[in-house]
């Protein structure tokens, strides 16, 4: 490995900790609550809906629809402009200097641990592609939505199919569903992990022992212990 391969390796083991990994996933699922909670806390139509006597005396509301129910200036505004589109710019700028800096390193003739140099680089590219295709499905799975409420907001009298909401809010939820399929497609140590799990908590079996069973470790550490003192009675 080069020079500047090994700094940048060095570099991110010491950023990249895992309780720095784990803060990063608490902050987005902090933020993910705090935006998908924003209707509920005043940001929605409700008031609107009493005012045009779309309610019952209950303020139970008689025809709930997306459109309906929730503000477009919240969605588009807030959520789209806010809160969707600039991280997905910034990681879209951020995957293409992925792949310029891959190719660039391919191209180079550099050795990387007595190695082929495009092995390891090819491994690489091949992970950048599998994560840049989660990428992908998340701009399909989300912008049909949000370009349907810019739609609503930004022009009202625009007359839409009905159901091509209900087609762009499936998407949504099916984002969250393909994700996991990809990872164990694309990606061999993701894959390895879901079988196991699989085997594990679903079939209610682990033939190789592949998972670590409660109390395994400290038992596993007893039996090495033992077969030491066994060995040194032996001598």
Same mark, same amino acid.
């Given at each position: 490995?080069?020079?500047?391969?090994?700094?940048?390796?060095?570099?991110?083991?010491?950023?990249?900790? !895992?309780?720095?990994?784990?803060?990063? #996933?608490?902050?987005?699922?902090?933020?993910?609550?705090?935006?998908?909670?924003?209707?509920? @806390?005043?940001?929605?139509?409700?008031?609107?809906?009493?005012?045009?006597?779309?309610? #019952?005396?209950?303020? &139970?509301?008689?025809?709930?629809?997306?459109?309906?129910?929730?503000?477009?200036?919240?969605?588009?505004?807030?959520?789209? @402009?806010?809160?969707? &589109?600039? !991280?997905?710019?910034?990681?879209? #700028?951020?995957?293409?200097? +992925?792949?310029?800096?891959?190719?660039?390193?391919?191209?180079?003739?550099?050795?990387?641990?007595?190695?082929?140099?495009?092995?390891?680089?090819?491994?690489?590219?091949?992970?950048?592609?599998?994560?840049?295709?989660?990428?992908?499905? @998340?701009?399909?799975?989300?912008?049909?939505?949000?370009?349907?409420?810019? +739609?609503?907001?930004?022009?009202?009298?625009?007359?839409? !199919?009905?159901?091509?909401?209900?087609?762009?809010?499936?998407?949504?939820?099916?984002?969250?569903?393909?994700?996991? +399929?990809?990872?164990?497609?694309? +990606?061999?140590?993701?894959?390895?992990?879901?079988?196991?799990?699989?085997?594990?908590?679903?079939?209610?079996? *682990?033939?190789?022992?592949?998972?670590?069973?409660?109390?395994?470790?400290?038992?596993?550490?007893?039996?090495?212990?033992?077969?030491?003192? *066994? *060995?040194?009675?032996?001598?």
């Amino acid at each position: 490995m080069d020079i500047h391969n090994a700094c940048m390796t060095i570099i991110y083991k010491r950023v990249v900790t !895992p309780r720095r990994a784990g803060t990063a #996933v608490l902050l987005c699922w902090l933020v993910s609550i705090l935006v998908g909670l924003t209707p509920m @806390f005043g940001w929605n139509n409700l008031q609107r809906l009493r005012d045009n006597g779309s309610l #019952v005396t209950d303020d &139970l509301v008689v025809i709930c629809q997306f459109e309906t129910v929730i503000s477009m200036d919240y969605m588009v505004y807030f959520n789209f @402009f806010g809160w969707l &589109l600039p !991280p997905l710019l910034l990681m879209l #700028v951020i995957y293409v200097e +992925i792949f310029y800096m891959i190719h660039k390193q391919l191209n180079k003739k550099v050795t990387v641990s007595h190695a082929d140099p495009s092995q390891y680089f090819g491994k690489e590219l091949k992970l950048a592609k599998s994560l840049a295709l989660v990428l992908l499905l @998340f701009a399909v799975s989300w912008l049909p939505l949000h370009i349907l409420n810019c +739609i609503t907001l930004f022009c009202p009298e625009c007359d839409k !199919p009905g159901f091509l909401i209900y087609i762009a809010i499936l998407l949504t939820h099916g984002n969250s569903a393909v994700n996991p +399929i990809v990872y164990a497609f694309r +990606i061999k140590k993701f894959r390895t992990a879901f079988s196991k799990i699989w085997k594990q908590y679903v079939l209610c079996r *682990d033939s190789v022992g592949q998972l670590p069973q409660r109390g395994s470790q400290r038992r596993q550490s007893t039996e090495r212990r033992l077969r030491h003192m *066994d *060995d040194d009675d032996d001598v």
